[in-house]
């Protein structure tokens, strides 16, 4: 499950340094994230660490459209560490 910032960011710029995978960058009004670098931080922590930082209250959250099981997001991982 990628997340996905809603439209509750004001841009604080808290999330974007924070992601281990360069997954969260600046879009044409909010910060957005890409799904296919997105692994809710598997391999690196234990909760996402976008989510942990934000200081609004449910602004991070999982995106409908990018439904993946823990194995897949820590198979994802391993590709973008360049593991496999």
Same mark, same amino acid.
């Given at each position: *499950? /990628? @997340? @996905?910032?809603? +439209?509750?960011?004001?841009?604080?710029? *808290? #999330? %974007?340094? %924070?992601?281990?995978?360069? /997954? $969260?960058?600046? +879009?044409?009004?909010?910060?957005? $994230?890409?799904?296919? @670098?997105?692994?809710? #931080?598997? +391999?690196?922590?234990?909760?996402?660490?976008?989510?942990?930082?934000?200081? $609004?209250?449910?602004?991070?959250?999982?995106?409908?459209?990018?439904?993946?099981? %823990?194995?897949?997001? @820590? %198979?994802?991982?391993?590709?973008?560490? +360049?593991?496999?």
């Amino acid at each position: *499950m /990628a @997340l @996905l910032i809603t +439209g509750k960011c004001t841009n604080c710029d *808290m #999330c %974007e340094p %924070e992601c281990p995978n360069g /997954a $969260i960058y600046l +879009g044409d009004e909010i910060y957005e $994230i890409d799904p296919d @670098l997105c692994t809710e #931080c598997k +391999g690196h922590y234990e909760v996402p660490t976008c989510q942990s930082v934000c200081p $609004i209250n449910k602004c991070i959250v999982t995106d409908p459209n990018n439904i993946e099981t %823990e194995e897949q997001l @820590l %198979e994802k991982f391993v590709i973008i560490q +360049g593991l496999a």
